[in-house]
């Protein structure tokens, strides 16, 4: 997913398509949302879910183009593609998110993959069947992305996340006042080597984001925009 003004971001992501040997990308055109932040990232997510060239079988990987690859090499990242898809056919989950920083893990469910919670979304793998279900699923939430998954589907997450992302570059804030949101980020950015301060803050993060997913009213919505 890339907006259409920034050109940086999708030539970043052809970069690490070209690290992974990805091909054939299809990049929707997207604008940015009136509202900003994570009502804009809901918004091109679903355009995506709602896509009627996905059918009820296929394998659907959806990226963001701040992803940066961190895995091992790039059959890694192949191979963890073919153990994901045979898990999403056997419906044992709904969504595996390759991304982000895990908060929890609380059942290894096959060799790379758990039951868990963890944050963003710049990387995840779910069947059509899944993915055509999940707007009406969250249409009462205005929660980040992230969040929703957390707390509405079966999702796997890997024992080692393969995508990270820049989270300095963004208006999609974990909270509402922009100044608090660059301070969390900031301190989540130098607690990544400090294992029980980065445990703390992303449980922190979790409880603001199942507040909005209960509490929230729902948001404005723009369609066919990013």
């Not at 995506?48 to 790039?74: C, H, M, N, S």
């Not at 301060?197 to 209960?214: E, M, Q, T």
Request: glycine letters at 4%; one cysteine or more.
């Amino acid at each position: 997913m890339n907006l259409l003004n920034r050109t940086d971001r999708k030539k970043q992501a052809y970069n690490q398509f070209s690290i992974l040997g990805v091909k054939d990308v299809i990049f929707p055109k997207f604008i940015k949302h009136t509202l900003g932040g994570r009502y804009g990232c809901r918004d091109s997510h679903s355009k995506i879910w709602k896509d009627p060239e996905i059918k009820a079988d296929d394998i659907v990987v959806i990226f963001e183009d701040d992803l940066i690859y961190t895995g091992k090499t790039r059959q890694y990242f192949w191979d963890m593609l073919e153990e994901a898809s045979k898990l999403l056919r056997s419906n044992v989950c709904e969504i595996i998110n390759l991304s982000g920083f895990a908060i929890s893990r609380f059942m290894k469910i096959s060799e790379h993959y758990w039951r868990g919670m963890n944050t963003t979304t710049c990387c995840y793998i779910s069947i059509g069947r899944v993915l055509k279900t999940l707007p009406l699923r969250f249409k009462w939430t205005d929660c980040h992305i992230d969040a929703s998954f957390c707390l509405m589907t079966n999702m796997l997450i890997p024992l080692n996340p393969l995508f990270t992302q820049d989270v300095f570059d963004t208006d999609n804030q974990w909270v509402n006042n922009k100044t608090v949101d660059q301070l969390s980020r900031y301190f989540l950015d130098k607690s990544l080597k400090m294992t029980g301060s980065r445990h703390y803050l992303l449980k922190l993060f979790s409880k603001i984001n199942v507040s909005r997913a209960h509490f929230s009213k729902p948001g404005k919505k723009t369609m066919f925009t990013g």
